[in-house]
């Protein structure tokens, strides 16, 4: 039996979400930036949603979770704990209601989950949350879909600025969706094929990826 380490318990959630969700792009530790500070999520799954999972092992600590998942609740729809069952006492977490719980244990020598508590959607992301994340390859071709006028030399705090003139919270979130499931697809599906986490850090963001927003 392997140990029940961040390594083993999110290559099993992988592929346990690759079974869950259709049409969807899954990557792993996805950094952003949020009044918590910079906080990176283990794994996010774009499907028409964005969500992210915190992964806590049998070997891990709470100590930043409630940074961590309140970050994340900043940026992603939904923020999903997943905790190795019997670890953690989750009473004691006093984590947000809208955070959803998923247990990870051993079954015939397999990593199994269980979903304990579905999560709630997030509502706080704004352009302001989300712009920052885009790069400016990115943001200049979302500013020409709104025909917003600016220069080659801008620096991205400039185009950041100018994205959250021109986008709305309702906007951002859904460019914030096409972005995760484009720009990390190209590791999905080197993972898909390797069955090895290292194919996320090797191929994880595709710098070409064609930009064919609607």
């Known amino acids: 039996m392997k140990r029940a380490d961040a390594p083993t318990i999110t290559y099993s959630l992988i592929e346990w979400l690759d079974n869950r969700y259709d049409n969807k792009t899954i990557t792993t530790e996805i950094s952003v930036n949020t009044t918590f500070g910079t906080k990176i999520a283990d794994v996010v799954v774009s499907n028409g949603h964005s969500i992210a999972y915190e992964v806590k092992s049998a070997f891990d600590t709470t ?11 900043e940026m992603f729809e939904y923020v999903y704990l997943v905790y190795w069952d019997g670890k953690y006492n989750l ?9 959803g719980l998923i247990k990870a244990y051993w079954k015939d020598d397999k990593v199994c989950f269980g979903i304990v508590q579905d999560a709630r959607i997030n509502r706080l992301a704004t352009s302001f949350n989300i712009a920052p994340f885009l790069w400016k390859k990115e943001l200049r071709y979302f500013l020409g879909l709104k025909q917003q006028k600016f220069k080659m030399s801008d620096d991205k705090d400039t185009l950041v600025e100018l994205f959250s ?27 898909q094929k390797l069955k090895d986490l290292k ?11 064609p930009l064919q927003y609607s």
């Open 91 to 99: 009473k004691g977490l006093n984590l947000p209601s809208n955070i």
């Open 165 to 191: 003139k021109n986008y709305g919270k309702r906007d951002s979130v859904r460019i914030f969706r096409y972005v995760l499931k484009n720009r990390f697809e190209l590791g999905f599906s080197v993972f």
């Open 199 to 209: 194919a996320f850090r090797s191929n994880k963001s595709d710098i070409n990826y």
């Open 63 to 73: 100590k930043r979770l409630n940074a961590q998942v309140n970050g994340f609740s």
